[in-house]
């Protein structure tokens, strides 16, 4: 009976030892198929291979834009050293014009007043006694006239003289500056043909921009929309300052969300950045500004001019200067504001901007990375021979939106 009894325990004992068995052998799962295991470990082959081929796409990219904007830096270098001459030879001209147009004013307005009193002059030259002894008047006041009119005359000699001197002035002014002009002329002939080879430079920037770059970020495109909707230069920073914080912060959050991802999905490569999307950030402020402009400051900042302290520098410049990025930074604005005209703002990072005007062409576009010393514009052209006001730069370097004095941080080369 025990035996009877026993039996089927066993059995029972064995049929669930079974029963355990099967149930683990199904809950795992099967292991992969060698097609498989090969097929996944070419997918990561290829991921690598890709990986590395758009870093060193990008790579390449990169080295040849900074080639690129490197050869137009020491281009527009070379053209500044050709500017700088050429903004001697028109001040120059133009000094020898302002003085000659002067000179030519100031005879003939001697002239004119000389003009009605010849025929007297010449009448009391010749027949002096005559001429007073005709008056009806008494001899004494005959004999003091006469004595008024010698010196009225020697006066008056002294002024043909003057005349005639300045009539010599006006000639050899004349002889200087058409010789001052030969010179300008040649200096325009040699900054001409270096200008073209700094536009071809340009143009061939901008093709290659147009063929593998997209357009501005939203955010710069957005900050310069709002920019150009303030009513002061202030303002306009204040929103372009605003909206690249705001950008930033949008950009953080991103970084941090597709971080969690990666975390939750256990990828611990991240993927990489298209190149046409990597934009260079600005760096720290330089400790040196460049000077943007060949030729010479004709107002400092704190100058008074009509009741109101100049915020920045304005530059004289010869006709047709290139201006140059004065620090290495960010376009956020590139177009007409206000009564400024073309006007162009750089994020020189560390809440430092500089603000150029005055252009006649901007050579820059939204959204654009640039260099310290790349050409970033031309200003208007104009003729030293004409009596005229020339063009000028006007430079404001703003930190956290306040105007600051430029002149200690500026080096001219």
């Not at 996944?40 to 080295?63: D, G, M, V, Y």
């Not at 008056?135 to 003289?161: F, H, W, Y």
């Not at 520098?313 to 200067?321: F, K, S």
């Amino acid at each position: 009976m025990r035996c009877q009894a026993t039996l089927p325990n066993a059995i029972v004992a064995i049929a669930l030892t079974f029963s355990g068995a099967l149930t683990a052998r199904a809950a795992t799962p099967a292991p992969p198929k060698a097609q498989e295991l090969q097929a996944a470990e070419q997918a990561r082959i290829a991921a690598q291979k890709a990986q590395a081929a758009a870093a060193a796409q990008a790579a390449r990219t990169a080295a040849e834009e900074k080639r690129l904007s490197d050869a137009r830096i020491a281009t527009a270098a070379r053209l500044r050293v050709m500017e700088a001459d050429l903004a001697d030879a028109a001040d120059k001209v133009a000094d020898l014009a302002r003085k000659r147009a002067d000179t030519q004013a100031e005879i003939e307005q001697r002239a004119a007043s000389l003009a009605p009193l010849l025929p007297v002059i010449e009448r009391l030259q010749q027949y002096p006694a005559e001429t007073l002894l005709a008056m009806p008047q008494p001899a004494d006041e005959s004999v003091r006239g006469l004595l008024v009119l010698g010196g009225i005359t020697r006066q008056l000699a002294n002024d043909v003289a003057s005349l005639r001197a300045e009539q010599g002035q006006l000639s050899q002014l004349g002889l200087a500056l058409e010789d001052a002009r030969q010179r300008l002329v040649t200096r325009q002939a040699t900054q001409a043909r270096e200008a073209a080879v700094l536009d071809r430079q340009l143009d061939a920037a901008r093709l290659q921009r147009h063929v593998a770059e997209d357009d501005a970020d939203q955010w710069t495109r957005r900050a310069a929309e709002a920019a150009a909707k303030t009513d002061s230069l202030r303002q306009a920073i204040a929103r372009i300052e605003a909206e690249r914080q705001a950008a930033a912060e949008r950009q953080a959050e991103q970084a941090r969300a597709e971080e969690a991802a990666r975390q939750k999905a256990n990828l611990h490569a991240p993927s990489p950045t298209p190149p046409s999307r990597q934009a260079a950030q600005p760096g720290a402020v330089p400790s040196t500004l460049l000077v943007p402009v060949a030729g010479s400051v004709v107002r400092n900042f704190g100058d008074v001019v009509d009741g109101i302290s100049a915020t920045g520098l304005a530059y004289r410049v010869p006709p047709g200067a290139r201006v140059v990025a004065p620090c290495t930074g960010r376009v956020v604005f590139a177009g007409l504001f206000r009564s400024y005209g073309l006007l162009t703002i750089l994020d020189c990072g560390g809440g430092y901007h500089a603000v150029l005007s005055g252009f006649d062409r901007l050579d820059v576009r939204l959204g654009q990375n640039v260099q310290q010393g790349e050409p970033i514009g031309a200003m208007p052209n104009w003729n030293p021979l004409a009596v005229q006001k020339s063009p000028t730069l006007n430079l404001e370097i703003r930190r956290d939106g306040q105007p600051i004095n430029p002149t200690p941080y500026l080096k001219a080369s």
